[in-house]
């Protein structure tokens, strides 16, 4: 089956650039979609379709893509942003196959 | 505004089934798909399947075909999802998020989340 692959854990101190990666071999195909998520809470939706950013989100989280890879930036990290994040892609053969990858936590030192 | 509430917590048998019951409001309940995706304790995210409200097509899983099925009620705007023949690794905490139909812009709305226990 198709998988997603992310980092298990992320480092940053406040106010530097945390970028969390995702690989997988459909992304230059579909769509990226990232989620946060803190503990005990539901995800919140804060990139979709690879780069665009759901109002209400922060300027300083932008999403990228280059060929099988794609990138959560989080620019100047606040520890509120302390959180386990999500990529969230699907299969790009057949019927649809939603797919999440195994999650980062996102540690602000 | 957009809710998404979900039924209340369960507790099943092994071998039992479980039906969970999501209820939209505050949008056309028949213009985003409905996923559900689950949360076993310590665990990442998991993508069960998706119904689309409008024309009750469904695509599950691979993992979870044959023991999954999505249903909604347009009357009251609920969708359901019924898992069976329940296992101990079942136990997860099962959400319902939304996601446009004509345009996929993600899961902008979550239910609250229903922890599904199965224990002997």
């Known amino acids: 089956s198709y998988e997603l692959t992310q980092p298990p854990s992320v480092s940053v101190s406040p106010g530097q650039t945390a970028r969390i990666t995702c690989s997988g071999d459909?992304?230059?195909?579909?769509?990226a979609y990232w989620y946060q998520q803190k503990p005990g809470q539901a995800p919140v939706l804060v990139i979709y379709k690879d780069s665009e950013r759901p109002s209400g989100i922060p300027e300083r989280f932008s999403g990228s893509s280059s060929g099988t890879t794609v990138t959560l930036t989080i620019s100047g990290v606040q520890a509120e942003d302390e959180a386990d994040y999500y990529c969230?892609?699907?299969?790009?053969?057949?019927?649809?196959?939603?797919?999440f990858g195994g999650g980062t936590k996102l540690t602000v030192l | 505004q957009v809710q998404l509430v979900q039924s209340g917590a369960e507790v099943k048998k092994p071998g039992a089934s479980v039906k969970v019951s999501c209820k939209a409001s505050g949008y056309t309940f028949t213009g985003y798909y409905m996923h559900w995706v689950r949360q076993a304790p310590g665990q990442g995210l998991e993508w069960m399947g998706r119904?689309?409200?409008?024309?009750?097509?469904?695509n599950y899983a691979q993992k979870f075909q044959g023991r999954v099925t999505m249903t909604r009620d347009t009357s009251i705007s609920t969708a359901y999802m019924e898992l069976s023949r329940l296992r101990s690794d079942d136990t997860a905490v099962y959400y319902c998020a939304r996601e446009g139909i004509a345009v996929a812009e993600g899961k902008d709305y979550w239910g609250q989340g229903t922890l599904v226990t199965v224990s002997s």
């Open positions: 969230q892609s699907a299969d790009s053969s057949g019927t649809y196959q939603g797919v």
């Open positions: 459909a992304l230059p195909k579909q769509y």
């Open positions: 119904i689309n409200p409008n024309s009750g097509g469904t």
